[in-house]
């Protein structure tokens, strides 16, 4: 089984930072994409930033300059440095990641990290 295990949400005053982590584990062959994606209440789940294997980041509008997307191959694990919160940053996170493994190829979520912007 494939999972994806998030964490490095919380409370954080608007200007903080916070980190993100996902960990994708299990009988895995390669990983062809990680990214982030966020979601509020009422509203669609929209892409933050993602990363493919050799490709080119794709960051939103709203957080280029302030996110930064990273990976680490090695431990199939991607990060989301996330510097100068705003309110409007308030949401769940979640990793996703384009996997191949003994399962064939799937595209996998992780459950999800809150993350709150407020003072």
């Known amino acids: 089984q494939v999972q994806l295990v998030e964490s490095g949400g919380g409370l954080v005053q608007p200007g903080g930072s916070l980190r993100l982590s996902c960990a994708a584990s299990?009988?895995?062959?390669?990983?062809?994409?990680m990214g982030w994606y966020r979601q509020t209440p009422g509203k669609e789940r929209e892409l933050v930033a993602t990363?493919?294997?050799?490709?080119?980041?794709n960051i939103a509008d709203s957080v280029k300059g302030r996110f930064t997307i990273s990976r680490n191959n090695a431990n199939n694990a991607v990060f989301l440095q996330m510097n100068s919160l705003r309110p409007e940053d308030t949401a769940v996170y979640y990793c996703?990641?384009?996997?191949?493994?003994?399962?064939?190829?799937?595209?996998?979520w992780g459950q999800g990290t809150q993350v709150t912007v407020s003072s």
């Open positions: 299990g009988s895995i062959f390669s990983i062809n994409y």
């Open positions: 990363l493919p294997s050799g490709g080119t980041r």
């Open positions: 996703n990641a384009g996997i191949r493994s003994t399962y064939g190829f799937g595209d996998y």
